[in-house]
């Protein structure tokens, strides 16, 4: 007990040395004027060591406060955050759950930095063990086309000159076309990274798939494999067929092998077929939205029940539908 008094006396006594020491710094003239002026202080002299703090001028102690906290709470910065970095990579294994979402919030950066320095086409089929490239920074990489310019491209990237050099190590502003360039900070065009992703479509039925996109045998002839450019959704007759993905309705008619059908141009180079409907609610030259109702399962042309035939174009070829599917 008498040990933890003597411990606190001591500790009081530091302080107030330490006080009266700081306070000697910041305004030594007006701390020896009162040494000296004042006719009861010395050694010996008649104040008690709490008068003199007591005196001591607010502004000063409030100036001792503000010094000490700065002090304190002030951490300098080897380099400013928004300095431009020259680009490298670390690399990381995929684990087994990992996804582009976690692993870009995992590594502190977007998805599109993850998904185009790894030239990830369907971010679906990121697998456990596959090694993937991590940037110490945001951007996406572009391949030079010809006649652009270091200048064209960050006005349409919204990027600074400056930075794309020092983050790619140019030394002019001349690039050969067919370069891989990062761009620090831009993004992905968002229907692309909607395409990558697999969300660039929504299901036009709600249903089983009861058939694939690829090589099957034909359901008219056991013996015979065709190749089925499309997906086979299981519905009720007269079930709403929506729209995929908004777009300008570009036919609509009646076909042997797809019944009464429609077909939709999108945005990118995508179409969308919708076959063996009941009823067709909508027209050519219609602009519909996604998820608008477009017309009603059926039976019609070239089918063994009702269901919805549903395929995908791309620049013409037909593409896995459920690649781009919700």
């Known amino acids: 007990m008498l040990s933890n008094e003597v411990s606190r006396v001591y500790r009081d006594l530091f302080r107030l040395t330490a006080i009266l020491f700081l306070v000697f710094l910041i305004n030594p003239a007006q ?3 009162y040494l000296f002026t004042n006719p009861e202080h010395g050694i010996g002299g008649g104040h008690h060591t709490g008068e003199i703090i007591n005196e001591i001028d607010d502004e000063i102690l409030m100036t001792l406060a503000s010094h000490v906290f700065e002090e304190e709470t002030v951490i300098e910065e080897n380099e400013p955050l928004s300095k431009t970095r020259i680009l490298f990579y670390d690399y990381y294994l995929v684990q087994i759950g990992d996804n582009i979402s976690s692993l870009a919030y995992n590594q502190g950066l977007n998805q599109d930095t993850i998904i185009t320095v790894n030239n990830i086409t369907n971010s679906r089929l990121l697998q456990a063990g596959k090694t993937v490239k991590i940037p110490n920074q945001d951007g996406i990489i572009h391949t030079v086309r010809n006649n652009e310019t270091l200048s064209s491209l960050a006005e349409r990237y919204k990027a600074d000159p400056e930075a794309i050099k020092t983050a790619n190590e140019l030394f002019s502003d001349y690039i050969a076309a067919g370069t891989n360039l990062f761009i620090p900070g831009a993004k992905l065009d968002w229907q692309k990274l909607q395409e990558i992703n697999g969300d660039l479509f929504i299901w036009p039925v709600n ?3 009861t ?14 494999r065709q190749f089925h450019n499309g997906i086979d959704i299981r519905g009720s007759t007269g079930t ?11 036919a609509v008619g009646f076909d042997r092998i797809f019944g009464n059908y429609i077909i939709i141009n999108h945005h990118s180079g995508y179409r969308t077929l919708y076959g063996h409907l009941s009823v067709i609610r909508t027209r050519t030259g219609a602009y519909v939205a996604q998820g608008e109702r477009i017309g009603d399962v059926g039976n019609t042309g070239q089918s063994t029940g009702p269901h919805l035939h549903f395929t995908v174009f791309k620049n013409g070829a037909t ?3 459920r690649a781009l599917m919700r």
Do not use: D, E, T
């Open 31 to 33: 701390y020896i004027k």
């Open 207 to 209: 249903g089983a798939l």
């Open 319 to 321: 593409v896995n539908p």
């Open 240 to 250: 709403p067929v929506r729209a995929a993905m908004a777009g300008r309705v570009s």
């Open 211 to 224: 058939s694939y996109y690829g090589w099957r045998r034909s359901p008219f002839n056991r013996n015979v």
